[in-house]
């Protein structure tokens, strides 16, 4: 195979050894590897045992034990069920176990890297030489809980429902994603066929099919208007929910699940929680399975419990950031801007906030596939090592654009999720002259008003599923995508994306993000605090899970092969 060629090799990846062997390092990627060496690619040769992939012919690898229920905490209900529309966790965490998707992450991977995705409802793929089509073989067995067999025909109405979103869906957060697919052919009822715009590199294509949110719904269930919202209907392991408003979300067993002997669990139990005290005293007392620890936490939550638990640390795909609404003044002068990014101290973001569990960095994550160095980065007019100067520079700025000392200003704040973060910018802000007063807002409440545009100054945190320029791009920093919230971009930086997104040369892809990049930092649309480090603690009694890099779990939220070795 040639170490030089993302297309050497025949093209053609075995559901067990997908991507197995790959390197995910930016550019020293050996691109033949991680399309797979070619249709003889021996699918038997992964070591079976515990922690084998989750891939349907993968899974009597899993030596587990069937019977009980695993219980978590929601901060939230789910203002909706449909993971089409939706970008919470709160959505996440309840619907994901209904569904299947075309490939998925390896639930015992921790990376969600390219070279982590295998099969779902896919049993094998093939991708053209010059980048152009992917052709998907599918699972024969499959059924919706209504009864309804799956068939190609429901990956293409799932594709289209979000490339072209309907009066029922309204917004579709990744339908940016998916417009470099032309159109999806089914030439068969086990077969779908992706012909893209354009070439698509696997790097990012793959990994956009395999994000939790990519779920695969009936055809049937898209035509009739079902009710995405309030109800589910997926092939998933787990069907019937039920949510009890304030109480709690069940979930029980899918006992004609396709994966034969899954799921082992008899099904999930998700408890409404909102308060952190509380949640970590149900783990404390074994009456959670999984949950998630707060930095400063986390110690006191190891002390009490021990040895009786498994810990675990990722860096996450969420970043905490300061935006404006440039629609109108003041925040449409690039001067007022930067004196506000310059009063964010980000070193001690971290301390104070996230308790030293941050990175910084800028809009690729820290540490990552496709990250700029943090020298670079603080080169970009903003994000300068705060200094002695740092603040009379600010004031400055801001008496040139004609913001007056003491300008008020009301900073929309996410309930419970970024309450502490905007408290932290308020105190920043109050040093040049500014003072904010707090909006704070439900979930879904905050959502509505960043989407219709009714906010001047706002404080959140977001989230990407994968750490891809294509998809962090497209959901968050081009001019029509759906989570720039400013609308601010330049025709430099819509052009880098064009070139990044068909570059098939890894080497020559990281330095057009390199470029991409450093070419948006400085309009701060969004000026970014850090990027979140994560923890999740798991009784000793969990077996064949793992924390993703997600604090949501965005990836790994099926709980497929998951069981209860009480």
């Not at 089509?133 to 009864?147: E, I, M, P, R, S």
């Not at 040369?505 to 309009?523: F, G, I, N, S, Y």
Request: aromatic share 8%; with cysteine; net charge positive.
């Amino acid at each position: 195979m040639s170490e030089g060629n993302y297309w050497a090799g025949g093209n053609r990846v075995s559901r067990r050894a997908v991507l197995r062997g790959a390197a995910w390092g930016g550019v020293g990627l050996a691109a033949s590897a991680l399309i797979g060496c070619s249709s003889k690619t021996d699918s038997k040769g992964a070591a079976p045992g515990a922690n084998a992939p989750s891939g349907t012919t993968a899974a009597a690898a899993v030596q587990g034990k069937s019977g009980g229920r695993l219980a978590r905490a929601i901060s939230n209900d789910p203002d909706t069920l449909d993971l089409h529309s939706s970008e919470t966790s709160a959505t996440m965490t309840p619907a994901a176990p209904l569904y299947n998707n075309l490939v998925q992450f390896d639930p015992m991977k921790v990376g969600d890297t390219p070279a982590d995705i295998i099969p779902d409802l896919a049993t094998s793929w093939e991708v053209a030489p010059d980048g152009m089509t992917y052709t998907f073989k599918l699972v024969q067995n499959a059924k919706f809980h209504d009864g309804t067999p799956f068939t190609s025909a429901d990956v293409k109405a799932s594709i289209e429902r979000q490339q072209k979103p309907p009066d029922d869906l309204k917004i579709a957060p990744r339908s940016g994603m998916l417009q470099v697919i032309k159109s999806v052919e089914t030439p068969d009822p086990y077969t779908v066929r992706l012909l893209t715009k354009q070439p698509a590199s696997p790097l990012s294509m793959l990994p956009m099919m395999g994000q939790g949110w990519m779920a695969i719904y009936s055809k049937k269930d898209i035509e009739a208007k079902f009710d995405y919202k309030a109800k589910g209907n997926g092939t998933g392991p787990f069907r019937e929910i039920k949510i009890n408003r304030g109480s709690n979300t069940t979930l029980q067993k899918n006992k004609e699940y396709h994966v034969k002997g899954r799921p082992f669990l008899d099904g999930l139990d998700l408890f409404n929680m909102p308060q952190e005290s509380a949640r970590d005293a149900a783990l404390q007392a074994g009456q959670l399975h999984i949950g998630s620890a707060n930095p400063a936490t986390l110690g006191p939550l190891k002390s009490a419990l021990g040895d009786k638990a498994n810990y675990f640390e990722r860096p996450d795909l969420v970043f905490d950031m300061l935006s404006f609404n440039t629609t109108k003044a003041p925040w449409k002068d690039e001067r007022v801007r930067l004196a506000f990014a310059r009063a964010i101290n980000r070193d001690d973001a971290i301390k104070v906030v996230m308790k030293g569990a941050g990175i910084a960095g800028g809009y690729m994550r820290s540490g990552g596939g496709w990250d700029v160095p943090l020298a670079d980065i603080r080169k970009v007019p903003g994000y300068e090592p705060f200094g002695a100067n740092t603040i009379a520079d600010s004031k400055k700025l801001l008496m040139a654009a004609g913001v007056p000392e003491g300008f008020k200003v009301p900073l929309l704040i996410r309930q419970t999720v970024s309450e502490n973060q905007g408290l932290f910018a308020a105190d920043q802000l109050a040093k040049i002259g500014v003072t904010v007063t707090q909006d704070v807002q439900q979930s879904a409440v905050a959502y509505q008003r960043l989407n219709k545009g009714e906010f001047d100054l706002v404080v959140f945190g977001l989230t990407t599923a994968l750490d891809d320029p294509d998809a962090v791009y497209s959901q968050y920093h081009l001019q029509d995508a759906p989570g720039n919230y400013t609308k601010l971009s330049t025709p430099q930086l819509e052009e880098l994306f064009k070139k990044q997104t068909v570059e098939l040369d890894p080497a020559k892809r990281k330095d057009l993000v390199r470029q991409m990049e450093l070419t948006a930092l400085p309009l701060l649309a969004k000026v970014v605090f850090y990027w979140k480090v994560s923890n999740a603690i798991a009784h000793k009694s969990v077996k064949s899970w793992t924390l993703h890099a997600r604090t949501g779990d965005y990836n790994n939220s099926r709980f497929q092969d998951v069981w209860l070795d009480a």
